[in-house]
Nanobody
Framework: VQLQASGGGLVQAGGSLRLSCAAP???????????MGWYRQAPGKQRELVAV???????NYADSVKGRFTISRNNSRKTVSLQMNSLKPDDTAVYYCNRKEGQTSDWGQGTQVTVSS
């Protein structure tokens, strides 16, 4: 499954960004049954889970982003979004979209988010 992430950029601390991930070549039935998530990897650090939304719509967030980030999905458009508010310099990382179904895991190309202090 091909995932296309977009929406990264440079923002000042306290600002907002919205990341989007699309799966244009995926049929609806394949997209809608998968759990979709956003991960991030900062320089010198391991990739970590930021947020996930299951096929049923349940969400889970890393403690560091709770109350600031919101993940959502639109199955008809085959997209998943991450609204990021009150951004902090520690949120600086490459953000990756992920699709997981059973043992299958697909990754997007990553989009850079840089938060200046």
């Amino acid at each position: 499954v091909q995932l296309q992430a977009s929406g990264g950029g440079l923002v000042q601390a306290g600002g907002s960004l919205r990341l989007s991930c699309a799966a244009p070549r995926t049929i609806f039935s394949v997209f809608s049954v998968a759990d979709m998530g956003w991960y991030r990897q900062a320089p010198g650090k391991q990739r970590e889970l930021v947020a996930v939304i299951t096929a049923s719509g349940s969400t889970n967030y890393a403690d560091s982003v709770k109350g600031r980030f919101t993940i959502s999905r639109n199955n008809s458009r085959k997209t998943v979004s991450l609204q990021m508010n009150s951004l902090k310099p520690d949120d600086t990382a490459v953000y990756y979209c992920n699709r997981k179904e059973g043992q299958t895991s697909d990754w997007g190309q990553g989009t850079q988010v840089t938060v200046s202090s």
